[in-house]
DNA sequence: CTGAAAGCGCTAACAC
DNA sequence: GTGTTAGCGCTTTCAG
């Protein structure tokens, strides 16, 4: 890499001329300022981005703290993020939590140290089972806003965007009801975070509001066979002529075990998950979706947190933005 | 963030000598040791990691390019390269290419300018149609090594990862053949990049060797209705009793076509694709796979990468590692 | 044993 | 108009 210094000596100028010109400085004569422009030009001269980043005490980095890559949902919260910061000049850092506390607060350690100016992350399900909050205060306090999506703690103040979890699956339940389906279940995998059990209210609430309706819930294990724990259940309970499906599988599983039964999608049996777009085309018939426009959850963190770290506002003045959910009829509803 | 200046200031000592002490240096006395290990930590001080990289010339961060995060192959890849990377103390930069040259280059130019120490990167579909490479050829000139992986630049030299795609596509269809398979087809939605024209390839060869078979191969374009197209495919292609699927949605969509078609799998139709184990689930029956072990594939590029900027090879010593898939026989094949 | 000083690459206030 | 200098936070040589 070329430095000022370099361009420096070759034109025998001093370094602060240099740097001047390059900065369209008014300072600087015509004539210097088009030499040093030409062999900047010639060098493909880049300013050193760490020797910026000391003298402003910013990066223009961002950390973001996922707990798992592979879940779509977080995948495509990460691609808004990539691109929100990408056009404001942000690079982003990515660590990932793969669900632990422990490395959630590695991350946010490593990269406390200068790294970053601050962060963008989704709770990691342990942190949220063991409800620790204490890291997370203590590098707001150092200086480094947060801003959380989806799986958020109430506690600790800071920028927030969440999905409208109750509503969404109080409203898909709703519709189920309207269709006149009667037996009704949830299916979910995701008991242990927040928004699961957000989901699952929602379900409840609806099926309890109707009369001769009963909950009928079906909790599967991360380590589970899926697609058998499904069978058997509906297997065990019969009738089912309804599923809600809390997360991005079940939904997708339970049609093709309800087409494995011999049922008719959506005749006998409506079907809405969570899945995005292009997992809805792995059923037949396509899946009726709850969207929860991901992209737009990442693209709303960044403007938050890119908001807060060039504005300094007041710590306790923090936003929460909800974005709502679609619902996204396809061929597995009436 | 506290700095040494501070702790000195605070204990009345040099800066050095805090810098010193924090290092364990031999030159430092026992006690001012332990006084300034004691306030530093108290203040939890941690060094700067900017002023650190500058003053290294090292930032011990990997760029990382990616195509697409919403593939899961890639996905997967880049876990495999953060973890990696973590291991040995290095932060990854994520920039997504979302398949375009111009975002190729751009990332590449703006992490060029010291954030990075070296790139690992799986070339974007835009750049392997145009048969682009300046790019990649400036960088790794300018100091900063390369490691490809996957869809790979032949002509650059560089360290490269790759996946046997013809022997895997080649096996997988001899196995349908050994089957008894008699029309079997190959479907692909990846025509454009180097990995899609391998595994036609390899499948060509399978079907060309034996006597009395015939290619039948369908390319569906990003854009189609995947689905619809592969439900007219088999319409028109009377008698079809195999698939081999060169992408990951492929296969799922085909198992789901043909049970559609009130055909019996794995009796009447067998059907082999490139999904990921959680995909596989996502049909019944469960989807015979090629497993391309995206981790490990991440894991060796980020082993390559951290190698060759740990010890400055020779840029004309490079390595090319060939990571095998794996034939994983679920349900939906014999 | 401790401290002063230089230097990594850059910017900006201040001289000249 | 151009140059000198200090300073961002750190390590390291060299003096004391």
């Known amino acids: 890499m070329v430095t000022l210094k370099q361009l420096a000596k070759e034109l025998n100028v001093s370094i602060s001329t240099v740097s001047k010109a390059l900065n369209n400085s008014e300072e600087i004569g015509e004539e210097t300022v088009r030499r ?10 880049k300013p050193n981005k760490v020797a910026l980043s000391l003298k402003n005490n910013k990066t223009k980095t961002i950390g973001v703290i996922i707990p798992n890559i592979l879940n779509r949902f977080l995948a495509k919260v990460l691609f808004g993020i990539e691109r929100e910061a990408t056009k404001h000049g942000y690079n982003i850092i990515t660590c990932i939590s793969n669900e632990s506390l422990e490395k959630e607060k590695e991350g946010l350690q490593l990269l406390a140290n200068g790294s970053v100016d601050g962060f963008i992350l989704s709770v990691a399900e342990e942190t949220q089972m063991n409800n620790e909050i204490e890291h997370f205060k203590k590098t707001i306090s150092q200086g480094l ?5 989806d799986r958020v703690a109430h ?3 800071c920028d927030k965007v969440i999905v409208d979890d109750f509503d969404a699956t109080y409203n898909a339940t709703k519709s189920l009801i309207e269709e006149g389906r009667k037996q009704i279940a949830f299916i979910s995998n995701i008991n242990d975070i927040s928004v699961g059990k957000l989901r699952e209210r929602g379900y409840n609430k609806a099926i309890l509001e109707t009369t001769n309706l009963e909950p009928l819930v079906l909790k599967v294990k991360k380590k589970d066979d899926h697609p058998k724990r499904i069978k058997s259940f509906f297997k065990k309970t019969k009738g089912i002529d309804g599923v809600i499906a809390a997360d991005s599988s079940s939904g997708i599983i339970a049609i093709n075990v309800a087409v494995g039964f011999g049922l008719k999608v959506p005749k006998d049996i409506s079907v809405i998950g969570f899945s995005s777009k292009s997992e809805s ?11 929860q426009h ?5 693209a709303h963190a960044a403007q938050l947190l890119i908001n807060r770290m060039q504005n300094t506002l007041e710590d306790e003045d923090v936003k929460t933005k909800i974005v709502k959910t679609s619902l996204v009829k396809n061929k597995s509803t009436l």
């Open 36 to 45: 040093v422009k030409e062999l900047a030009e010639l060098y493909n001269y």
């Open 145 to 149: 806003p947060i801003v959380m999506f």
């Open 155 to 157: 506690d600790v103040l």
């Open 281 to 291: 085309n792995h059923t037949m018939p396509k899946l009726t979706t709850i969207r």
């Open 294 to 298: 991901a992209k737009v959850i990442g």
